[in-house]
């Protein structure tokens, strides 16, 4: 396991989340369990999250359309993203924001690898993370279960100005996004 130096505990994930998802996830996001549990990192945009909880209230909003059809939720961003191990593709940012998916990488050790090297070239390139500090500076740092979120969303003509982002809390965020603007088939 790549080391994550600036990684914040928020609990550790309970053996039963790790043995229903043992074979539904790659060996390394368990071990990442195992090693870290539930918590936050880069700098609090990254966000280790239950991913049965994000299943089960985000489920007809993860949009996967192509491939297999399975993406299971395993992080979340800041801003509302939603990060999933999608086995035909790798992981995945899904950013209801900009209405669109990118690719991470194939494997959670390139994924971490990446940020290692080059955090914020990394995350501004694969999720436009750019304005977060910018948020945090002005609005202060984001309970573990809270992102910012554009209001009003910017799909519905809001500016993407750091002073239009509100905390709300992540999976309600998602919801309401997806409400407004649809999901986003991947």
Same mark, same amino acid.
């Given at each position: 396991m790549i080391e994550i130096s600036d990684f914040v505990s928020h609990g550790p994930v309970q053996p039963e989340v790790i043995e229903a998802y043992r074979g539904r996830v790659p060996a390394d996001v368990i071990e990442l369990w +195992?090693?870290?549990?539930?918590?936050?990192?880069?700098? *609090?945009?990254?966000?280790?999250?239950?991913?049965?909880?994000? +299943?089960? +209230?985000?489920?007809?909003?993860? *949009? #996967?359309?192509? *491939?297999?059809?399975?993406?299971?939720?395993?992080?979340?961003? &800041?801003?509302?993203?939603?990060i999933t191990w999608e086995p035909s593709v790798g992981f995945v940012g899904i950013m209801y924001r900009e209405g669109r998916a990118s690719g991470l990488n194939s494997e959670l050790s390139g994924f971490l690898e990446m940020l290692n090297i080059a955090r914020d070239f990394y995350l501004s390139r694969t999720l436009n993370w750019d304005i977060f500090p910018k948020a945090v500076e002005m609005h202060g740092e984001l309970p573990y279960d809270q992102s910012f979120t554009f209001v009003p969303?910017?799909?519905? &003509? *809001?500016? +993407? #100005?750091?002073?239009?982002l509100k905390k709300r809390e992540t999976i309600a965020a998602i919801q309401v996004m997806v409400e407004f603007q649809g999901v986003i088939g991947h």
């Open positions: +195992e090693t870290y549990g539930y918590g936050t990192f880069a700098s *609090g945009f990254l966000r280790v999250i239950d991913p049965a909880v994000y +299943e089960t +209230e985000l489920a007809d909003c993860i *949009g #996967k359309t192509q *491939g297999d059809g399975i993406a299971i939720p395993v992080m979340v961003t &800041g801003l509302a993203d939603l969303l910017r799909s519905l &003509g *809001g500016p +993407e #100005k750091v002073e239009n």
